[in-house]
């Protein structure tokens, strides 16, 4: 088997060498092509394909969230279901899937219908239509088997309310009452007239709020001051007693006020109850709603697609810019959105100084040792501990711990109710900063040892100090690797919900901890936070069907959320980087 | 209690006499006896060197034979280093700058350091320049400009960069960096200058334009320059140092030194034979 290619190597050997070719002795054939684990293709294939398989599972997850999210608010089409025993439903159908069909059910059906289920292995197919008129029926779901639909169809007429209570409506507007006549129904008139009793709704909703808010404000501040007064001086102590004078005084003026609002409130309400609609479902049983009640209606069936266009940004538009109502499951997360960017913000606000003082101390001052070993162990160490734990520690802690004692020495005239001595936006904010240091800490001693020694040295050359150096040279060339720092603790904050649980989130927030009472941020407010909106929406309320596509829109939210605030973080990041590039030579 | 004040009158700044010497003649810094260790390791036995004001000293020698540790005791930068000893002293004007009390700070004003790889800070080119003044106090614009401009036309890059004194110094290329930071070295008057292989990171051009400005600050800096490079040595120095394993084998003018050295060893290294 003689290769001319090993000849042919063999005799340039032979004469390069000057000897003849015995070491060649033919067997070894020289091949120009490499072994193939050498090459490292097999290793290839299988680091490709195990990022392939991360970035398909990453991708699938932000499509099914992205599509079920945005599809959520997309107004459907109203079918109405007659069954086999003769009832008839009618409402938007929400999601299909296939059952097996229960041993009771196959008794009830005949052998034509038997026998389809046998070839289908025993499975069937089922629609769920979301029936509302809760107030109607007790629920808002129905499933309907296909064996047991006898007729579908989509008539022109129905209507879908969406109402301030009670949830959607399903079925035809049957007459109105404008002004305490009744008349037929006319849909420009209801639109009109909807919208004045709309407004109507916020002035009572503002009055409520802002008046009635700022009388109880301002009352409570009196009896606060009374009791302030009581402490200080003593029962019996003159000045006490003129404070207490002056105090009921003020408090009584109060009261005529908050009478003059109710009174006012209460005109608005009886002429609200003049303008109403008589609401008809599909087996004829009405409902006779305030038009103020119904927040946006449309004829399903019959709106076209830029009527449909409509509806959908006037729905995400109440998403973002309301507060919830019917149990979060209805209308927006305005008070979600402002507690998590609030929480956020402040986190960074906590979590800058201290993770990047600590960082300098040890990267820069501390003699570099076991103890500072172990310290910067412990620190890696804590950015492992499962969030609960801070969560439990910033209750034990904060809340109950420093927020009882600032209790006793600023607010002792409220007690027993507490002001910082239970769960808020500053402990909160506190306990999520602690959380997030160990991440600050860590990124911030990277940029700092990135700084090269020959800059350092060149400031320290030129008669700096060696804070001089750190605050002009190291910290603005270490900036951008904080940034980075600051970006991975705020993704990580942002989307923290367990320790939130305890230290100072809640379902339904009663006020927002920003608004026009002094001393304006309320930082021991609790506040309401997108994270546990979705997990109070999807699993915790009373009806988790109706809070399903609430799940992901929020979600969805969430992460626009925190990729708008990552994106602003990171833009300023670059700005800074491109201030201090450039060749290094 | 401030002993550096009393040694070394801090001289006022005003912008025409800012870069005016006064005597080139005499000894900048006498190192006596001068021993420095890492740790357990000796770097430097017992140096005795004088070097003179206005002058220019160059430190040769194979590598690791302690050259750049002597330049950097010169201005006590290796007391950065953990486990550092030493022993002698080093006399700038009439006091230790080891002995007690010393502001190190201070101390290192009025001794300028060029580094082996040219290391502006990321700031403009004028914050760089200036940045020792500011370091120092110094906020008055008229003096920072006129400090600004005459360090850089004393390390001859004006020209090259006077339109563009706002933008960042990371932008130039090596061999004007290494022409800032001479600017930067000079910018707060030193009495010397150190410079630690200033040309070992740049190109034959750059090179040949740092050697012409070490010659132009000739007789205006107490220059101390350590090189590899033997036949810069030879350029641009007026006396030379040869070291060799911690010692200083021999000293004196470079005319000497490359011609007809005393020692053997030197003879060896300066022909080529080994290092």
């Given at each position: 088997?003689?290769?001319?290619?090993?000849?042919?190597?063999?005799?340039?050997?032979?004469?390069?060498?000057?000897?003849?070719?015995?070491?060649?002795?033919?067997?070894?054939?020289?091949?120009?092509?490499?072994?193939?684990?050498?090459?490292?293709?097999?290793?290839?294939?299988?680091?490709?394909?195990?990022?392939?398989?991360?970035?398909?599972?990453?991708?699938?997850?932000?499509?099914?969230?992205?599509?079920?999210?945005?599809?959520?608010?997309?107004?459907?089409?109203?079918?109405?279901?007659?069954?086999?025993?003769?009832?008839?439903?009618?409402?938007?159908?929400?999601?299909?899937n296939?059952?097996?069909?229960?041993?009771?059910?196959?008794?009830?059906?005949n052998?034509?219908?038997?026998?389809?289920?046998?070839?289908?292995?025993?499975?069937?197919?089922?629609t769920?239509?979301?029936?509302?008129?809760?107030?109607?029926?007790?629920?808002?779901?129905?499933?309907?088997?296909?064996?047991?639909?006898?007729?579908?169809?989509?008539?022109?007429?129905y209507?879908?309310?969406?109402?301030?209570?009670?949830?959607t409506?399903?079925?035809?507007?049957?007459?109105?009452?404008?002004?305490?006549?009744?008349?037929?129904?006319?849909?420009?008139?209801?639109q009109?007239?909807?919208?004045?009793?709309?407004?109507?709704?916020?002035?009572?909703?503002?009055?409520?709020?802002?008046?009635?808010?700022?009388?109880?404000?301002?009352?409570e501040?009196?009896?606060?001051?009374?009791?302030?007064?009581?402490?200080?001086?003593?029962?019996?102590?003159?000045?006490y007693?003129?404070?207490?004078?002056?105090?009921n005084?003020?408090?009584a003026?109060?009261?005529?006020?908050?009478?003059?609002?109710?009174?006012?409130?209460?005109?608005?309400?009886?002429?609200?109850?003049?303008?109403?609609?008589i609401l008809?479902?599909?087996?004829?049983?009405?409902?006779?709603?305030?038009?103020?009640?119904?927040?946006?209606?449309?004829?399903?069936?019959?709106?076209?697609w830029?009527?449909?266009?409509?509806?959908?940004?006037?729905r995400?538009?109440?998403?973002?810019?309301?507060?919830?109502?019917?149990?979060?499951?209805?209308?927006?997360?305005?008070?979600?959105?402002?507690g998590?960017?609030a929480?956020?913000?402040?986190?960074?606000?906590?979590?800058?100084?201290?993770?990047?003082?600590?960082?300098?101390?040890?990267?820069?001052?501390?003699?570099?040792?076991?103890?500072?070993?172990?310290?910067r162990?412990?620190?890696?160490?804590?950015a492992?501990?499962?969030?609960?734990?801070?969560?439990?520690?910033?209750?034990?802690?904060?809340?109950?711990?420093?927020?009882?004692?600032?209790?006793?020495?600023?607010?002792?005239?409220?007690?027993?109710?507490?002001?910082?001595?239970?769960?808020?936006?500053?402990?909160?904010?506190?306990?999520?900063?602690?959380?997030?240091v160990?991440?600050v800490?860590?990124?911030?001693?990277?940029?700092?040892?990135?700084?090269?020694?020959?800059?350092r040295?060149?400031?320290?050359?030129?008669?700096a100090?060696?804070?001089?150096?750190?605050?002009?040279?190291?910290?603005?060339?270490?900036?951008?690797?904080?940034?980075?720092?600051?970006?991975?603790?705020?993704?990580?904050?942002?989307?923290?919900?367990?320790?939130?649980?305890?230290?100072?989130?809640?379902?339904?927030?009663?006020?927002?901890?920003?608004?026009?009472?002094?001393?304006?941020?309320?930082?021991?407010?609790?506040?309401?936070?997108?994270?546990?909106?979705?997990?109070?929406?999807g699993?915790?309320?009373?009806?988790?069907?109706?809070?399903?596509?609430?799940?992901?829109?929020?979600?969805?939210?969430?992460?626009?959320?925190?990729?708008?605030?990552?994106?602003?973080a990171?833009?300023?990041?670059?700005?800074?980087?491109?201030?201090?590039?450039?060749?290094?030579? | 209690?401030?002993?550096?004040?009393?040694?070394?009158?801090?001289?006022?700044?005003?912008?025409?006499?800012?870069?005016?010497?006064?005597?080139?003649?005499?000894?900048?810094?006498?190192?006596k006896d001068?021993?420095?260790?890492y740790?357990?390791?000796?770097?430097?036995?017992?140096?005795?060197?004088?070097?003179?004001k206005?002058?220019?000293?160059?430190?040769i020698?194979?590598?690791?034979?302690?050259?750049?540790?002597?330049?950097?005791?010169?201005?006590?930068?290796?007391?950065?280093?953990?486990?550092?000893?030493?022993?002698?002293?080093?006399?700038?004007?009439?006091?230790?700058?080891?002995?007690?009390?010393?502001?190190?700070?201070?101390?290192r004003?009025?001794?300028?350091?060029?580094?082996?790889?040219?290391?502006?800070?990321?700031?403009?080119?004028?914050?760089?320049?200036?940045?020792?003044?500011?370091?120092?106090?110094?906020?008055?614009?008229?003096?920072?400009?006129?400090?600004?401009?005459?360090?850089l036309?004393?390390?001859?890059?004006?020209?090259?960069?006077?339109?563009?004194?706002?933008?960042?110094?990371?932008?130039?290329?090596?061999?004007?960096?290494?022409?800032?930071?001479?600017?930067?070295?000079?910018?707060?008057d030193?009495?010397?200058l150190?410079?630690?292989?200033?040309?070992?990171?740049?190109?034959?051009?750059?090179?040949?334009?740092?050697?012409?400005?070490?010659?132009?600050?000739?007789?205006?800096?107490?220059?101390?320059?350590?090189?590899?490079?033997?036949?810069?040595?030879?350029?641009?120095?007026?006396?030379?140092?040869?070291?060799?394993?911690?010692?200083l084998?021999?000293?004196?003018?470079?005319?000497?030194?490359?011609?007809?050295?005393?020692?053997?060893?030197?003879?060896?290294?300066?022909?080529?034979?080994?290092?």
């Amino acid at each position: 088997m003689a290769n001319p290619e090993d000849s042919i190597s063999t005799a340039a050997i032979g004469v390069s060498t000057g000897k003849p070719a015995t070491r060649t002795g033919g067997k070894r054939v020289r091949s120009f092509t490499a072994d193939l684990s050498a090459v490292g293709e097999p290793a290839l294939w299988g680091f490709g394909g195990a990022l392939a398989i991360g970035i398909i599972l990453i991708a699938g997850f932000l499509a099914i969230i992205a599509w079920n999210g945005f599809t959520t608010f997309w107004p459907k089409p109203i079918e109405q279901v007659e069954l086999v025993d003769g009832t008839v439903i009618a409402g938007e159908p929400t999601r299909y899937n296939t059952f097996t069909v229960g041993e009771s059910v196959l008794a009830r059906l005949n052998d034509a219908q038997r026998q389809e289920i046998e070839d289908n292995f025993g499975f069937a197919n089922r629609t769920l239509y979301k029936t509302a008129n809760f107030d109607l029926y007790g629920d808002d779901f129905t499933w309907a088997a296909d064996f047991d639909i006898a007729n579908v169809e989509r008539p022109s007429g129905y209507y879908l309310f969406e109402r301030q209570q009670w949830g959607t409506f399903v079925g035809f507007p049957a007459s109105l009452v404008i002004g305490g006549e009744e008349t037929a129904y006319d849909q420009g008139l209801m639109q009109r007239e909807q919208r004045a009793a709309r407004s109507r709704f916020a002035d009572i909703r503002r009055l409520e709020r802002r008046d009635i808010g700022r009388i109880n404000h301002n009352q409570e501040r009196a009896r606060l001051d009374s009791r302030k007064a009581l402490l200080q001086y003593g029962e019996n102590d003159p000045r006490y007693l003129a404070r207490v004078e002056v105090n009921n005084a003020r408090i009584a003026e109060l009261q005529n006020e908050f009478v003059e609002v109710q009174q006012r409130i209460s005109d608005i309400r009886a002429i609200d109850s003049q303008y109403r609609v008589i609401l008809e479902e599909v087996n004829g049983r009405t409902v006779d709603t305030n038009l103020s009640q119904i927040v946006r209606f449309y004829a399903a069936n019959d709106v076209n697609w830029f009527q449909q266009a409509g509806i959908y940004l006037s729905r995400w538009g109440e998403f973002l810019t309301t507060e919830p109502r019917e149990a979060n499951t209805q209308g927006g997360v305005l008070p979600a959105i402002f507690g998590t960017v609030a929480m956020t913000m402040l986190m960074v606000v906590f979590v800058a100084p201290f993770g990047v003082i600590t960082a300098l101390y040890l990267r820069e001052y501390a003699k570099q040792g076991k103890l500072v070993s172990i310290v910067r162990i412990s620190v890696n160490n804590l950015a492992g501990v499962p969030s609960i734990v801070y969560g439990v520690f910033g209750l034990g802690f904060f809340a109950y711990t420093m927020g009882t004692t600032i209790d006793q020495l600023f607010y002792a005239e409220r007690l027993p109710s507490p002001t910082f001595g239970t769960g808020g936006l500053l402990w909160a904010s506190l306990t999520l900063a602690l959380l997030t240091v160990p991440v600050v800490i860590v990124a911030t001693e990277e940029a700092l040892s990135a700084v090269p020694r020959s800059m350092r040295e060149g400031s320290l050359a030129c008669g700096a100090s060696k804070w001089q150096t750190i605050r002009y040279v190291v910290l603005p060339k270490a900036l951008p690797g904080i940034m980075t720092g600051m970006i991975l603790a705020m993704a990580r904050g942002a989307g923290e919900v367990a320790p939130l649980m305890l230290v100072g989130v809640v379902k339904l927030a009663p006020a927002l901890p920003i608004d026009g009472f002094a001393p304006f941020i309320h930082l021991e407010r609790s506040f309401m936070h997108l994270g546990f909106h979705i997990f109070d929406v999807g699993f915790q309320s009373r009806n988790s069907e109706a809070g399903k596509p609430m799940v992901f829109v929020t979600t969805l939210l969430l992460l626009g959320l925190i990729v708008l605030m990552n994106a602003t973080a990171i833009y300023v990041r670059n700005r800074l980087k491109k201030k201090y590039a450039g060749s290094q030579f | 209690m401030n002993t550096m004040t009393e040694a070394a009158p801090v001289r006022p700044i005003e912008p025409t006499s800012y870069h005016v010497k006064e005597g080139n003649q005499g000894i900048a810094l006498k190192i006596k006896d001068f021993k420095l260790w890492y740790g357990q390791s000796q770097a430097l036995h017992g140096i005795d060197m004088e070097i003179q004001k206005g002058q220019v000293t160059a430190l040769i020698g194979p590598s690791g034979c302690g050259k750049s540790t002597l330049l950097r005791s010169l201005n006590r930068m290796n007391d950065l280093i953990d486990e550092l000893k030493i022993d002698g002293r080093i006399d700038v004007g009439d006091f230790d700058m080891y002995g007690p009390g010393v502001d190190v700070i201070a101390l290192r004003k009025r001794m300028g350091m060029v580094f082996q790889k040219p290391n502006p800070f990321a700031m403009s080119i004028y914050d760089n320049v200036v940045y020792p003044l500011r370091v120092d106090g110094v906020t008055k614009k008229s003096i920072l400009d006129e400090v600004c401009e005459r360090s850089l036309r004393s390390a001859a890059i004006w020209d090259e960069v006077k339109d563009r004194l706002n933008e960042s110094a990371l932008g130039m290329s090596g061999g004007q960096q290494q022409r800032l930071c001479i600017a930067r070295g000079i910018a707060s008057d030193p009495e010397v200058l150190l410079m630690d292989e200033p040309c070992s990171a740049l190109d034959p051009i750059a090179t040949a334009k740092i050697e012409e400005l070490i010659s132009q600050l000739r007789g205006q800096y107490t220059i101390v320059i350590v090189t590899h490079n033997m036949q810069q040595a030879a350029r641009v120095s007026d006396n030379t140092g040869f070291m060799y394993l911690g010692r200083l084998i021999e000293y004196g003018a470079t005319d000497t030194i490359f011609t007809k050295p005393h020692k053997e060893q030197t003879h060896d290294y300066v022909t080529g034979r080994f290092g």
